[in-house]
């Protein structure tokens, strides 16, 4: 059983670019989290997402971010117009349910802003 | 609000020495507490929960953490570390009913030959 695929590792975008991360989940698995790990911090929450829904989006940036979890397919999160602030470590998480069990890591992706 | 606090960036232990991680934590109800670890280039990788039941959980690679309620802590701990054991440490923590993890800022563990 194949992990948290996350595509690309490494993402490199020129300023006003836009950016996107793919994150396959766990096999079985239909609950998606996206967290941001900035320099020197721990994994802030961004959004949790089951297939065709934003459940809650709480933690992400009102402007430029989105994230869907289509019936086909993986789960992407979408950076629009990115600054030198995006500049972050991206991990998405899966769980076959969302309080009972814990959350599985991809390797994540780094994004980094010129 | 929920939040963890990892106390120590840096924690250095010499390889065969006893290996302890703080965490204390915060949070409404019963708390949910998470151990992770991140090698080099690579994602978190689940190390040990505690949900409910005895305060001494055991997890993977030998590491076990106690949960001490009154003084809201969940330090990891293992007997005796090896080189290979140096890595990136997470404590987590979220409420039973949620799904929301609050991490701490993590501490760097060298173990030295």
């Known amino acids: 059983n194949a992990g948290v695929m996350q595509n690309p590792r490494h993402l490199v975008r020129r300023r006003g670019q836009e950016a996107r991360l793919r994150c396959s989940p766990m096999k079985g698995h239909s609950h998606v989290y996206w967290y941001r790990q900035l320099p020197e911090e721990g994994l802030k929450f961004m959004v949790y997402l089951q297939k065709e829904n934003i459940i809650d989006e709480s933690g992400m940036p009102k402007e430029r971010f989105s994230a869907e979890f289509p019936k086909e397919g993986p789960s992407i999160l979408r950076i629009q117009q990115v600054v030198r602030g995006d500049s972050a470590a991206y991990f998405c998480?899966?769980?076959?349910?969302?309080?009972?069990?814990?959350?599985?890591f991809g390797q994540g992706t780094r994004l980094t802003v010129v | 609000a929920q939040s963890v606090a990892q106390p120590e960036d840096q924690v250095n232990v010499a390889e065969g020495n006893p290996l302890t991680v703080k965490c204390t934590y915060s949070?409404?109800?019963?708390?949910?507490l998470f151990w992770y670890v991140q090698y080099p280039n690579r994602g978190l990788q689940f190390l040990l929960k505690?949900?409910?039941?005895?305060?001494l959980v055991k997890g993977s690679y030998g590491f076990e953490a106690e949960f001490n309620k009154s003084q809201t802590s969940f330090h990891l701990k293992k007997p005796s570390a090896l080189v290979s054991d140096s890595a990136l440490y997470f404590c987590?923590?979220?409420?039973?009913?949620?799904?929301?993890?609050?991490f701490g800022a993590g501490t760097t563990v060298t173990v030295r030959a």
């Open positions: 949070v409404s109800g019963n708390p949910y």
């Open positions: 998480a899966s769980s076959p349910e969302a309080t009972k069990t814990e959350a599985f």
């Open positions: 505690y949900i409910t039941g005895d305060n």
């Open positions: 987590a923590v979220r409420r039973s009913n949620d799904y929301k993890l609050s």
